[in-house]
């Protein structure tokens, strides 16, 4: 076992990804880690549960056990705490509890919520029963959250068909607790323009849609970029904008892998970004 002593102000940001592994290496952590590298930030990890899949679909899911979900936070907290944070997949209200519980105990900064719950292919990736606790106990900790429209609809348990609704749900979601809500509009027709809701402010960040099957992790991807980007200390409207700048490109250069609902180029042209310069070894 290691032991842990006085953690120095980093010279290189940290982002932590809160999140389940995806065996594809298309969403999940896998994604997320990749996405801090391209913009130029050291990311850490908090494994909640792993996941069997592929671009066909999720084959099987093992949710980690609450403690051990726990030890991670705390090794990442007496050594390597992070400038920023996200959570991903979480499953169930019993992780919800704990992540919420670990989030609040270290004070980890800058939290983005990326409401998981069912994957590119449909299958389910957060129970139905979890949506309260999600509400509840990690809407109000996040500075951002960041739904799709139907993730909007269920959070806010109102339809989303159109872009007024979509606001209106996003308000209702900026209630609960949170300070930016972005309602994502991939689900929209034609552009995939999104929405992002302050409290007296709304911004619209249109977009370019791009037609393509290879578009899996593109939820997860966002919210890495948005962590990153707060991580290197880049204001939220900022982040946000840069973040669905580098994940267009993502999207656009996606190599093509799988039969089903492929991954992103993590790696597009212009990235990665580069951090501040590291200092030697201590």
């Known amino acids: 076992m290691g032991t842990s002593g006085p953690t120095a102000a980093p010279s290189w940001p940290i982002a932590a990804t809160v999140a389940g592994s995806d065996s594809g290496g298309g969403a999940g952590i896998q994604a997320d880690l990749k996405t801090f590298s391209a913009l130029g930030v050291h990311g850490t ?12 679909g999720v084959r099987a899911v093992h949710a980690l056990p609450p403690e ?17 944070v996200k959570t991903g997949m979480l499953f169930d209200r019993v992780r919800i509890a704990v992540v919420a519980e670990a ?3 270290h004070r980890w900064p800058q939290l983005v919520v990326d409401p998981v719950m069912v994957a590119k ?9 979890a949506i309260t606790a999600l509400c509840e106990q990690l809407l109000p900790l996040a500075l951002v959250v960041t739904p799709n429209w139907p993730e909007a609809a ?7 068909t159109d872009p007024a609704s979509a606001l209106a749900a ?10 930016i809500v972005v309602v994502k509009g991939g689900h929209a027709d034609g552009p995939p323009t999104d929405l992002v809701i302050e409290a007296g402010a709304v911004t619209t960040l249109p977009g370019e849609r791009i037609p393509t099957r290879h578009t899996h992790g593109t939820g997860c991807t966002f919210s890495a970029a948005i962590t990153a980007h707060l991580a290197r200390g880049r204001p939220p409207l900022e982040a946000i904008r840069e973040a669905k700048r580098y994940v267009t490109a993502a999207i656009a250069n ?4 799988g ?3 492929g991954p992103l180029q993590h790696l597009p042209p212009g990235w990665p970004e580069a951090g501040p310069a590291p200092r030697g070894p201590r």
């Open 154 to 160: 269920v959070l806010a348990n109102q339809p989303v």
């Open 45 to 56: 990890s908090v494994l909640t549960a792993l996941t069997a899949q592929n671009t066909w």
């Open 103 to 105: 989030l609040r105990r």
């Open 68 to 84: 051990f979900v726990l030890a991670q936070f705390a090794a990442l907290q007496d050594d390597l705490p992070p400038a920023a």
């Open 259 to 261: 039969g089903g609902h």
């Open 170 to 179: 996003g308000r209702r979601i900026l209630a609960m607790g949170p300070r």
């Open 121 to 129: 292919g449909g299958d389910r990736l957060l129970e139905a029963d």
């Open 254 to 257: 996606a190599p093509g892998l």
